[in-house]
């Protein structure tokens, strides 16, 4: 459980294509702590009950292609991102979200291949298909929000050269009006689609969403962890990997501690690296958030709505 290192081309701009990391990165905040993901690459059918005092969550996998992946969830990230950051430019926003699959790729760094491309359809499919039931932000009197992560997706082919010209995709209303709303989303650093691990990925989001910006950090019990993930391992594979996890220290923007309290139990400690002493090789200084000048993202023919 690494990093892996960036595609190809990566660090290069298209001429007259927007570049995705110009701009913050955003993930929707109901989305970064809660086990609403897969963790495991291999096809995962059994489904996740979690319930904490009065909140609940439970996702379904489609039987034919299985649970939804941590993986997967980038394509939702960068539909936040997208929609966010329409709306900061005055832009009119819709659920339907109307893109070249290549660029979508490029944004959560990754590769362009014959390959990735299968990989992005295989995603759309398990978003597609896997079952959300939650009474999380369950609006208009109603006890239970049902959803899909997408409500459908799209593709159109040009048939003689076997290309694609273009997809769409459509978010559900909870997780499109939960991006829109006022503090619905978090940035996120770039280098979080890097993480080659899935227990990594749901890690720095808890971070992010927990730990944030404040110089004391957060911490939770090994136990708190475990129940929160949503993980299939045994608590004693998961305690495992969480201390690999604090040894490889490859998270963006976080380092983490591990320590015993009196009981005897094992407490994470989540700690901003800016907030470390400068004199700790895992310290780093803050970043500088960067934001284009120009028409932005909408330079390319990307579309949003019908």
């Not at 950090?217 to 090994?222: C, E, I, V």
């Amino acid at each position: 459980m690494a990093t892996r290192n960036p595609p190809r081309g990566d660090e290069q701009r298209d001429l007259f294509v927007a570049i995705f990391t110009d701009i913050p990165i955003r993930d929707q905040r109901d989305m970064m702590e809660r086990p609403f993901f897969s963790l495991a690459k291999n096809p995962r059918a059994k489904p996740i009950q979690y319930r904490v005092g009065e909140t609940w969550v439970e996702v379904s996998a489609n039987p034919q292609f299985g649970m939804a992946t941590i993986w997967d969830a980038d394509v939702l990230i960068w539909a936040a991102t997208q929609l966010t950051e329409a709306r900061d430019r005055g832009v009119d926003t819709s659920p339907s979200i109307r893109f070249f699959p290549y660029e979508l790729l490029k944004a959560i760094r990754r590769g362009t291949s014959g390959q990735d491309y299968r990989d992005l359809r295989a995603a759309l499919t398990r978003l597609a298909g896997t079952l959300v039931r939650t009474n999380i932000r369950a609006t208009d009197n109603r006890k239970t929000a049902v959803f899909h992560w997408l409500e459908g997706w799209n593709e159109i082919i040009d048939e003689p050269k076997q290309e694609s010209r273009g997809m769409t995709l459509t978010l559900p209303q909870w997780l499109y009006y939960g991006i829109l709303q006022q503090g619905g989303v978090l940035t996120i650093h770039e280098d979080y689609f890097l993480l080659t691990g899935g227990l990594e990925r749901w890690l720095y989001r808890v971070a992010r969403k927990h730990a944030g910006r404040q110089e004391t950090g957060w911490q939770f019990s090994m136990r708190q962890l475990y129940e929160k993930s949503g993980s299939m391992a045994r608590f004693s594979n998961f305690a495992i990997d969480i201390r690999k996890i604090v040894k490889g220290d490859h998270l963006p923007e976080y380092a983490l501690d591990i320590e015993r309290n009196e009981d005897g139990e094992e407490i994470i400690y989540i700690l901003p690296r800016v907030a470390l002493p400068a004199e700790d090789p895992r310290s780093q200084p803050p970043r500088h958030p960067r934001r284009r000048v120009g028409r932005g993202i909408y330079s390319t023919p990307l579309k949003l709505g019908a």
